[in-house]
Nanobody
Framework: QVQLVESGGGLVQPGGSLRLSCAASGSIFSIYNMGWYRQAPGKQRELVAAFTSDGSTNYADSVKGRFTISRDNAKNTVYLQMHSLKPEDTAVYYC????????????????WGQGTLVTVSS
C-alpha cells in the first residue's frame, strides 16, 4: 500500500536545471533506502542517485558533480536537484523506496513511482 508520487519533470534546454520530488505515503514504519533511477530509450534502467542505509549517498559516475540528492525525513520525501543538464540525461526518472512495513511481522516493501519524464533538448 506504499505509494510514491514523483513530480518536477518536464522539458528543459541543455545546461538548464530541474528539481524532482518524490513523496512516499502509506503505512510505513521506516525507510532505509530511497533514491532515483532512470531509463532512457533503448537502455536499461540505471541508478542515478540514492541514499544508503547508513545515510551516505551514491551517484552514477555520469551525474557526479551535476546532480544532488537530498531528503526531508519528516515528510518522507526525496529530491533530485539536477544542474547542467545534457541531452543524454533525457529519460524517465523513477523514484524507489525500500523499507519496513511492520517490524514485528518483519514485512518489508520495495516501491516504485510511476516515473516522470525529463527531456533535455533545445
Amino acid at each position: 500500500q506504499v505509494q510514491l508520487v514523483e513530480s518536477g519533470g518536464g522539458l528543459v534546454q541543455p545546461g538548464g536545471s530541474l528539481r524532482l520530488s518524490c513523496a512516499a505515503s502509506g503505512s510505513i514504519f521506516s525507510i532505509y533506502n530511497m533514491g532515483w533511477y532512470r531509463q532512457a530509450p533503448g537502455k536499461q534502467r540505471e541508478l542515478v542517485a540514492a541514499f544508503t542505509s547508513d545515510g551516505s549517498t551514491n551517484y552514477a559516475d555520469s551525474v557526479k558533480g551535476r546532480f544532488t540528492i537530498s531528503r526531508d525525513n519528516a515528510k518522507n520525501t526525496v529530491y533530485l536537484q539536477m544542474h547542467s543538464l545534457k541531452p543524454e540525461d533525457t529519460a524517465v526518472y523513477y523514484c524507489n523506496a525500500r523499507g519496513t512495513l511492520n517490524p514485528i511481522l518483519r514485512t518489508n516493501f520495495d516501491a516504485w513511482g510511476q516515473g516522470t519524464l525529463v527531456t533535455v533538448s533545445s
